[in-house]
Structures are given as C-alpha cells and as structure tokens.
C-alpha cells in the first residue's frame, strides 16, 4: 500500500493531507491523483500551491505511480475515502491517461432492428474491438471493480450488469505530462485574473453535415440551438447576461479574429478526430487543427468541443493536449469516444393538430425541440441542462458536473429503448479537461 511519505512536505501549505492521516474535520474530502514518476519539481510545486487554493475540503494528494489499471486505483481510493470517511467533493486528475490510468470502453450492443448486418461490436484496424477510455466510474463509489474492465453498453444493459452511470461528484482531468503540468496552472490562474469582473462572449463555430429532407437547419448545428436558447425567452432565455456570437463561414479566419479581440468561452460544433474540427463529414479539411491550436495565442480561451472524438484516447497526440501545453486553451470539456450525431435533432417530425380547413387527423410536422421534447434521449439535453446551470451562475465544472448527471439519469430512466445506449456512450465519453475551480 502507498502512503505517499512525498506528502508530508505539504504541510506548510495548510489544507492538504496525506493519504495516510485521517480526516480531522466535516470537511468534505477533494482527493488530488497524480503520478510521482510522471511529474518533475516544478509540475509538483505548482501542483501543490494549487491544491493549497481549495479552502473548504479535505485536500487529499493520491500517488497513482503504482496503479496502472484503473479498477486497482478505483478501489486503492476507495479503500481511501473508507479511512478518511464523509464525502467525496471531487476527484481532480494530472496526466495523460498513459499516467494516471483511464477505464476501457468497448462499443458493443446489440443490433437494433433493421441493422441485423452489423455484429454491434466496433473493431479497429487489426480486428480487434476497438477500446476507448472514460474517467467517468471515478464519479462514484458505487461500482464493483470487477465490472469496470471493458464496459460495454451490452452489458449494463442488455446483461443487466450492476454498474452505475450517474456520478456523484466532478472528476477532472489535466491531460498533461511531465514538465508541461506547472505551464498549465500557471496559465491558468492568469486566465483567472484576466476574466476577473468581466462578462466573457460565448463564441461558436458550427459546421453542420447532418441535414434532413425538409429542413434547411443542420440536425446537429449546436450553433442553431444555442441562437434559440438566447432568443426564445420564454422557452430558455439564456445568454441574457453575455453576448452571444456564431459563424459558419470562414471559421478558421473568424475563429483567429476572435482570439485577437480578447478572452472568449470557445464552442466548436463539428465532425472531427484528435488531429482537430472537420468542415465535413469525412473528418478532413480541418478548420481548427493542432498546429492552429498551438499558434492561436493572443488570448486565453475555454473550449468546448461538440460532437467530435477530440479528446479520444486521453493522449499527447491531439487537438486538447497541444491547445493546452504550446497554447492558451483553457479547460476544454470534449469527447473521448468518436460520437454519432444520431438522435441530435433540433427539429422532430410529429403529428400536429389538422390544420384549419383540413380533414383528417394523421398530420405531421417538423416541430423544434423545446424542454419537453430534449428529454427524447436527444443529446442536446446536455447542452441545455449545461446551459441552465452556466446561467444560475455556477461554475464550468459545476455546471459540466450537473449535466452529465442528469443526462446520465435521463439515459438511465430510457434504457428500455435500445436507442438509449447512445445516451449512456454520451455519457461516457463527456470529458472536463483541465483544472478545477478552486
């Protein structure tokens, strides 16, 4: 068992604990998980002057150094939060997941009807089924470890496997490795300093490619949805107190535009791969790549990658790694599993009343989803029930935190429809990547 001796020289900055002391007050405990051969002296100093910053929790430094499956340090924290006792407030994790290890998820479900000439197993290149990663099971303490190696949707679903889905706290990973950590925090707290006081805009690049016959608006335009959010007061009524811009021409031109006015909560609606933001929907001709990503330096950015595997695999090589290390991304919230824009829908086709003049009662018509109609497992619940929260005021991670719960509750209470196994993929795959509000 580790006891992480390295932690006794925190005690100068007052908060933080060691994994071997027990816990002293009600505070609720924010266990901090890095590994120790994977960070240098400056990563490790600036680490610990950030953890020092969480004034009202437990602060507990985890060294993952001899953990390298992700059950084992599920249930090495686990066996933790058992000595220290009263809650968890967060996990916050530093390093790729090649550092601090990340859970496998293999996309496998059984064949919806219509679909028998697919085996509902994704393969890669070599023939083997293709596994992704997920941090989403360090959200709750619920699991067995035993049924966290390979998750599949089949098997909670469709095996009735005892796994849980909904987490309890937020979970947060910087996905930096050594000697890139301690440039990370630093720019951090200067972004900090930067939007103190300030109303920040939301920017939006959208580059839709699912469009249905019939309708002129892009399925899976995320830009098209948050517009609506801001106009249609009565239904959402967001975006009230901010200015909210959106642009589907030139997008890399724009988006180097908007770096050059100021800071900016950055949202970038597109197919896309690690390597970056597509414009169609082959995944090439990126707009937003990481050598863009690298350069784009005027000002510090919060990203918000919608619909595309950005974050996939948790690695070095992408989009997310190079925007944070050699540029000013700021906490971007994206997706580790490359995502299907099935079930995105801004408008439904359903039946409406007949028509004055009309006969018969078998009209339909494309109707624009409302609050009513986003509970459909449609995967824009997340962004709204995001939304929502960002306008009461809390915080990114907050606000990521309370919608992937409730999108995670919403996929659970329709996992009677097959469909639903793409709500809980959501689920799994909707990262935070950074730093956690302090």
């Known amino acids: 068992?580790?006891?992480?001796?390295?932690?006794?020289?925190?005690?100068?900055?007052?908060?933080?604990?060691?994994?071997?002391?027990?816990?002293?007050?009600?505070?609720?405990?924010?266990?901090?998980?890095?590994?120790?051969?994977?960070?240098?002296?400056?990563?490790?100093?600036?680490?610990?002057?950030?953890?020092?910053?969480?004034?009202?929790?437990?602060?507990?430094?985890?060294?993952?150094?001899?953990?390298?499956?992700?059950?084992?340090?599920?249930?090495?924290?686990?066996?933790?939060?058992?000595?220290?006792?009263?809650?968890?407030?967060?996990?916050?994790?530093?390093?790729?997941?090649?550092?601090?290890?990340?859970?496998?998820?293999?996309?496998?479900?059984?064949?919806?009807?219509?679909?028998?000439?697919?085996?509902?197993?994704?393969?890669?290149?070599?023939?083997?089924?293709?596994?992704?990663?997920?941090?989403?099971?360090?959200?709750?303490?619920?699991?067995?470890?035993?049924?966290?190696?390979?998750?599949?949707?089949?098997?909670?679903?469709?095996?009735?496997?005892?796994?849980?889905?909904?987490?309890?706290?937020?979970?947060?990973?910087?996905?930096?490795?050594?000697?890139?950590?301690?440039?990370?925090?630093?720019?951090?707290?200067?972004?900090?300093?930067?939007?103190?006081?300030?109303?920040?805009?939301?920017?939006?690049?959208?580059?839709?490619?699912?469009?249905?016959?019939?309708?002129d608006v892009g399925q899976d335009d995320i830009a098209f949805f948050m517009n609506r959010m801001k106009e249609e007061k009565e239904e959402f009524g967001y975006f009230s107190n901010t200015d909210l811009r959106t642009y589907y021409k030139d997008l890399a031109a724009n988006l180097v535009k908007e770096n050059k006015s100021g800071v900016m909560d950055l949202v970038v609606g597109s197919e896309g791969t690690p390597e970056g933001a597509a414009l169609k929907k082959d995944r090439k001709n990126y707009f937003f790549d990481r050598k863009s990503a690298a350069s784009l330096n005027s000002n510090y950015y919060t990203a918000f990658f919608w619909g595309s595997g950005t974050a996939e695999g948790l690695n070095a090589n992408s989009i997310i790694h190079d925007g944070m290390a050699k540029g000013k991304m700021i906490n971007p919230i994206a997706f580790t599993i490359a995502t299907y824009s099935r079930d995105v829908a801004n408008y439904l086709w359903l039946p409406v009343p007949t028509p004055e003049g009309e006969t018969g009662d078998d009209w339909n018509d494309y109707l624009a989803v409302d609050k009513e109609l986003l509970e459909r497992n449609n995967p824009f619940f997340f962004v709204y029930t995001y939304y929502e929260a960002i306008d009461n005021g809390k915080t990114r991670l907050q606000s990521f935190y309370e919608a992937q719960a409730a999108y995670a509750n919403l996929s659970v209470s329709n996992k009677h429809d097959l469909r639903a196994a793409l709500g809980y993929e959501n689920v799994f795959s909707l990262h935070y990547l950074g730093l956690a509000d302090y």
Do not use: C
Request: glycine share 6%; net charge positive.
């Open 1 to 215: 068992m580790i006891l992480f001796i390295l932690i006794l020289i925190l005690l100068p900055f007052g908060s933080i604990t060691s994994a071997s002391e027990t816990a002293t007050t009600e505070k609720s405990n924010y266990y901090f998980v890095y590994n120790s051969s994977k960070v240098d002296t400056k990563d490790l100093t600036a680490i610990k002057q950030y953890v020092a910053k969480f004034k009202n929790t437990n602060n507990v430094l985890f060294d993952a150094k001899n953990y390298k499956e992700a059950p084992k340090l599920l249930d090495a924290l686990k066996a933790q939060q058992k000595k220290l006792g009263g809650k968890v407030a967060g996990i916050q994790i530093f390093g790729l997941a090649s550092d601090v290890p990340s859970f496998s998820y293999v996309h496998k479900m059984k064949p919806t009807e219509g679909n028998f000439e697919w085996n509902g197993i994704e393969y890669d290149k070599s023939g083997k089924p293709h596994k992704y990663v997920s941090d989403l099971f360090y959200s709750n303490f619920k699991n067995d470890s035993k049924y966290l190696t390979d998750v599949t949707v089949y098997g909670i679903i469709q095996e009735n496997q005892p796994v849980s889905i909904v987490p309890e706290w937020p979970v947060s990973r910087l996905p930096l490795t050594k000697g890139e950590i301690y440039k990370y925090v630093s720019n951090y707290e200067a972004y900090r300093k930067q939007i103190q006081g300030k109303s920040i805009p939301t920017v939006a690049l959208s580059a839709p490619v699912e469009f249905q016959k019939g309708l």
